[in-house]
């Protein structure tokens, strides 16, 4: 290859790298045009949201989060009755448990009260007999006596003596008004039968004799 060859080879290359570099060079115009189509118009914008396909879209959202609050609430009102159950249970087995304990505290009630008279009438021999100093007679109804108090005691019979106290109509029976100077009108001033309690609850009140103020005589 002459001199005058190779010349021409390195000119022809030249040329050709040049418009290669041209080639892939955008032009200010093109990258403007470019832009302009990446770039959405309101208009087009617009035309988008009013798509059926998007709508669709739309309403299949809406329904799904309103599917989401409808199991938000139904779960909220299952734990609502949950616990609402739970501590309907507890107050039925409270209410059984206290049921049961007071069916044993008062299944003596009749028995007990059946009873009392006997005491009552031991009560009342042993007050004649300290009168009539009968002291043999004395000393067996004392020990009977006794042996009754603690038998009634240990099944939680409490008796009411409520001589000197104010009347009281949940637990006392006024059987007689005295007139009487140096107690409050309606203090209890003697009792004439005791009254009983079963483990705090009225079996029998006491019968009493309370005391009133003097009529005034003109």
Do not use: C
Request: neutral net charge; hydrophobic residues 30%; glycine residues 2%.
């Amino acid at each position: 290859m002459t001199e005058k060859d190779t010349s021409k080879k390195t000119t022809w290359e030249k040329l050709s790298t040049t418009a290669k570099q041209d080639s892939s060079r955008s032009t200010p115009k093109e990258e403007e045009i470019s832009s302009e189509k990446k770039k959405s118009t309101p208009k087009e914008e617009e035309k988008l949201l009013k798509h059926p396909s998007y709508k669709a879209l739309k309403f299949q959202l809406q329904e799904a989060e309103k599917q989401l609050n409808d199991t938000k609430n139904q779960l909220t009102h299952l734990e609502e009755q949950k616990i609402y159950q739970l501590a309907e249970m507890d107050n039925i087995q409270r209410r059984a448990k206290r049921d049961i304990e007071n069916a044993h505290k008062f299944s003596l009630e009749k028995f007990i009260n059946e009873l009392l008279p006997i005491k009552d009438s031991l009560e009342t021999a042993l007050f004649h007999a300290k009168t009539k100093e009968q002291d043999a007679a004395l000393s067996g109804i004392q020990l009977t006596l006794k042996q009754l108090e603690h038998l009634l005691e240990k099944n939680g019979v409490k008796s009411i003596e409520p001589a000197g106290q104010p009347f009281d109509a949940h637990f006392h029976e006024a059987m007689l008004a005295e007139e009487n100077d140096e107690m409050t009108p309606n203090t209890i001033i003697r009792v004439l039968q005791k009254g009983y309690l079963l483990h705090g609850r009225l079996i029998r009140p006491a019968l009493v004799v309370v005391a009133k103020s003097k009529e005034k005589t003109s």
